[in-house]
């Protein structure tokens, strides 16, 4: 089993136990000067139904789930075990001298349900195992202790769990829990901007804090220089003179500063750039800023061998998202997932389009969900599927607060509420209650089938067969496919227990059947109204030796030159379609 690990600053986390793993600024578009990263080694201790369970070790290294190698632990513990975990904070001394200061606790992400404990005392609870969530914790002394103490249990199935299962082995993979992105404190004036959205099209970007007390100036940094823009009730129109288009060839950002006049101070970015649905060649196509456009995408797990569900620093996602443009790739379909703000921000700046998923909840069906579509029943009604009204809140619940989240991150263009089937249900009325809260993206509403006509797109997954391409009054878009299976020797999570679709002999063998599929199947439906496609899968995860390169990260199997030409005939047919 390999568990390289990959190094923060060149050293080896494992070798030097004084590093602080993910300690730049979690918050792109809401950065503060003053805040404090609290991850590192914390104390750690488990209680499985009021008993201590010996977890082999007392402390733990926060953000890494104790199921990964980086945690310092490697172990899933019980379902609904109680994992304690606590650290001494004491806060800058320079912050203890502005009386009028607030102090939030920030928790990025946490498995499923938190509870947080100052001095013993609890502040606040959380539950959902991929939102952000935070305490006003002003009050407290310079030093203190925090607790956070989490649960989850994959045997209940309402809260999203996406791809997790006990029993790993083929698509699904090693559970994990407890935090699993970073923890941080941020010193903010008495009035301060809690969030904040933006949207923006060709030439307007609409910045809004979300309270109407707030008034201040905002100052963007564009092509010719700085221009200043009034923020009145909380809310902005900004309007660059002679607009530069955000795409993944020109990854423009315009970055600002926004001050209330409170004193509060934030720094933050935008794009200008919108996608949207054309008429060319006689067919509707997806078009990014006005003009057709062919995405080029892989499916991206988000999985790691060292860090499973969260990589040893922010520098890993950046070495993924050049190692697809290398390939030529201009999307990456982030798969039932929602990662951390940094994976967006690397996508902004490096230029690379995101296909948003949401993460499902609800049971999985191999019947249902796998042999009865690929045999081709893929007409399903699915208001009558996953029935449970409890589980559906949450469904939707979670689809909200993942939009408030991610909505204003620039390189997210396109949602996917449903997979395959998995926890689907009423995917009409979900596309309205998505649309609803975001009409400025493209929306899948079932990626695979079961599809009931009501998404922006035709949505098509093809394994182990030609694609048989069909017109559609829609877009179509080949969500999955590919998936050819090629091992390489010494980069194999557990050897002799591979998963793939078609396995490769030889790196020649698999660069042929590649290039097979998008010259054959898919560059000659580009002008018929296939607007992209989505090559299973970016890197190899546990048992799925079907990605481009290994989990490990240590081999790329494809030849760039290759899988460039392959690029720029699409990029081209997509122009002329």
């Given at each position: 089993?390999?568990?390289?690990?990959?190094?923060?600053?060149?050293?080896?986390?494992?070798?030097?136990?004084?590093?602080?793993?993910w300690?730049?600024?979690?918050?792109?578009?809401?950065?503060?000067?003053?805040?404090?990263c609290?991850?590192?080694?914390w104390?750690?201790?488990?209680q499985?139904?009021?008993?201590?369970?010996?977890?082999?070790?007392?402390?733990?290294?926060?953000?890494?789930?104790?199921?990964?190698?980086?945690?310092?632990?490697r172990?899933?513990?019980?379902?609904?075990?109680?994992?304690?975990?606590?650290?001494?904070?004491?806060?800058?001394?320079?912050?203890?001298t502005?009386?009028?200061?607030?102090?939030?606790?920030h928790?990025?992400a946490?498995?499923?349900?938190?509870?947080?404990?100052?001095?013993?005392?609890?502040?606040?609870r959380?539950?959902?195992?991929?939102?952000?969530?935070?305490?006003?914790?002003?009050?407290?002394?310079?030093h203190f202790?925090?607790?956070?103490?989490?649960?989850?249990?994959?045997?209940?199935l309402?809260e999203?769990?996406?791809?997790?299962?006990?029993?790993r082995?083929?698509?699904?993979?090693?559970?994990?829990?407890?935090?699993?992105?970073?923890?941080?404190?941020?010193?903010?004036?008495?009035?301060?901007?809690?969030r904040?959205?933006?949207?923006?099209?060709?030439?307007?970007?609409?910045?809004?804090?979300?309270?109407c007390?707030?008034?201040?100036?905002?100052?963007?940094?564009?092509p010719?220089?700085?221009?200043?823009?009034?923020?009145?009730?909380?809310?902005?129109?900004?309007?660059?003179?002679?607009?530069?288009?955000?795409?993944?060839?020109?990854?423009?950002?315009?970055h600002?500063?926004?001050?209330?006049?409170?004193?509060?101070?934030?720094?933050?970015?935008?794009?200008?750039?919108?996608?949207?649905?054309?008429?060319?060649?006689?067919?509707?196509?997806?078009s990014?800023?006005?003009?057709?456009?062919?995405?080029?995408?892989?499916?991206?797990?988000?999985?790691?061998?060292?860090?499973?569900c969260?990589?040893?620093?922010?520098a890993?996602?950046?070495?993924?998202?050049?190692?697809?443009?290398?390939?030529?790739?201009?999307?990456?379909?982030?798969?039932?997932?929602?990662?951390?703000?940094?994976?967006?921000?690397?996508?902004?700046r490096?230029?690379?389009?995101?296909f948003q998923?949401?993460?499902?909840?609800?049971?999985?069906?191999?019947?249902r969900?796998?042999?009865?579509?690929?045999?081709?029943?893929?007409?399903?009604?699915?208001r009558?599927?996953?029935?449970?009204p409890?589980?559906?809140a949450?469904?939707?619940?979670r689809?909200?607060?993942?939009?408030?989240?991610?909505?204003?991150?620039?390189s997210?263009l396109?949602?996917?509420?449903?997979?395959?089937?998995?926890?689907?249900?009423?995917?009409?009325?979900?596309?309205?209650?998505?649309?609803?809260?975001?009409?400025?993206?493209?929306?899948?509403a079932?990626?695979?089938?079961?599809?009931?006509?009501?998404?922006?797109?035709?949505?098509i997954?093809v394994?182990?067969?030609?694609?048989?391409?069909?017109?559609?009054?829609?877009p179509?878009?080949?969500?999955e496919?590919?998936g050819?299976?090629?091992?390489?020797?010494?980069h194999v999570?557990?050897?002799?227990?591979?998963?793939?679709?078609?396995?490769?002999?030889?790196?020649?063998?698999?660069?042929?059947?590649?290039?097979?599929l998008?010259r054959?199947?898919?560059?000659?439906?580009?002008?018929r109204?296939?607007?992209?496609?989505v090559?299973?899968?970016?890197s190899?995860?546990?048992?799925?030796?079907?990605g481009?390169?290994?989990?490990d990260?240590?081999?790329?199997?494809?030849?760039a030159?290759?899988?460039q030409?392959?690029?720029?005939?699409?990029?081209?047919?997509?122009?002329?379609?």
């Open positions: 089993m390999d568990h390289t690990l990959y190094t923060e600053n060149g050293i080896k986390l494992r070798e030097d136990q004084t590093i602080i793993p300690n730049e600024h979690p918050r792109p578009l809401l950065a503060r000067d003053r805040w404090l609290l991850n590192g080694w104390e750690f201790s488990v499985d139904k009021g008993m201590p369970v010996d977890a082999g070790t007392d402390r733990i290294r926060v953000p890494f789930p104790p199921e990964s190698a980086l945690s310092g632990i172990r899933h513990f019980p379902e609904g075990a109680v994992l304690r975990y606590r650290r001494e904070v004491t806060l800058p001394r320079e912050w203890g502005d009386p009028s200061r607030h102090l939030i606790l928790i990025d946490a498995d499923q349900h938190a509870a947080v404990y100052i001095d013993g005392r609890e502040i606040g959380h539950d959902g195992g991929y939102e952000h969530f935070s305490f006003d914790i002003t009050g407290v002394g310079e202790a925090l607790t956070v103490e989490t649960t989850d249990d994959l045997r209940d309402r999203p769990y996406g791809k997790q299962t006990m029993r082995g083929g698509m699904w993979y090693t559970p994990f829990s407890g935090i699993w992105q970073s923890v941080w404190l941020e010193c903010v004036p008495e009035t301060y901007v809690e904040i959205t933006v949207r923006t099209d060709l030439h307007i970007a609409v910045i809004d804090t979300g309270d007390r707030h008034q201040g100036e905002i100052s963007v940094e564009g010719r220089g700085s221009e200043r823009f009034a923020l009145r009730d909380g809310h902005a129109e900004v309007r660059p003179s002679e607009p530069r288009l955000w795409s993944p060839e020109d990854p423009y950002l315009y600002f500063t926004l001050k209330l006049d409170s004193g509060d101070e934030i720094s933050s970015y935008f794009a200008l750039r919108t996608i949207g649905i054309e008429v060319s060649g006689g067919v509707r196509r997806l990014l800023n006005g003009r057709p456009y062919f995405f080029h995408a892989l499916l991206d797990q988000g999985y790691w061998s060292d860090g499973l969260t990589p040893a620093g922010p890993s996602y950046e070495e993924d998202i050049r190692t697809a443009k290398l390939l030529g790739f201009n999307t990456l379909r982030k798969h039932i997932r929602v990662e951390p703000d940094l994976f967006y921000h690397a996508c902004d490096l230029g690379m389009v995101v998923d949401m993460v499902n909840n609800g049971d999985y069906s191999f019947l969900d796998t042999i009865l579509p690929n045999l081709g029943f893929v007409r399903r009604d699915d009558r599927l996953h029935r449970d409890e589980t559906r949450r469904f939707l619940l689809m909200d607060q993942t939009v408030a989240q991610l909505g204003s991150f620039p997210i396109y949602w996917t509420i449903f997979n395959e089937g998995w926890g689907q249900f009423d995917s009409a009325a979900a596309y309205d209650h998505l649309h609803a809260l975001d009409d400025t993206r493209i929306i899948d079932a990626s695979g089938w079961y599809d009931q006509g009501a998404g922006d797109v035709t949505s997954h394994y182990n067969h030609p694609y048989r391409f069909e017109p559609s009054s829609q179509v878009v080949l969500s496919c590919g050819y299976s090629r091992v390489t020797e010494g999570f557990a050897s002799g227990k591979t998963y793939g679709y078609g396995a490769m002999k030889s790196d020649e063998a698999l660069i042929a059947r590649i290039e097979r998008y054959r199947e898919i560059l000659p439906r580009i002008p109204g296939l607007s992209g496609s090559y299973t899968q970016l190899d995860v546990e048992d799925e030796v079907n481009v390169v290994t989990y990260r240590r081999v790329v199997k494809l030849p030159e290759r899988m030409r392959l690029a720029e005939e699409m990029s081209l047919r997509g122009e002329k379609a």
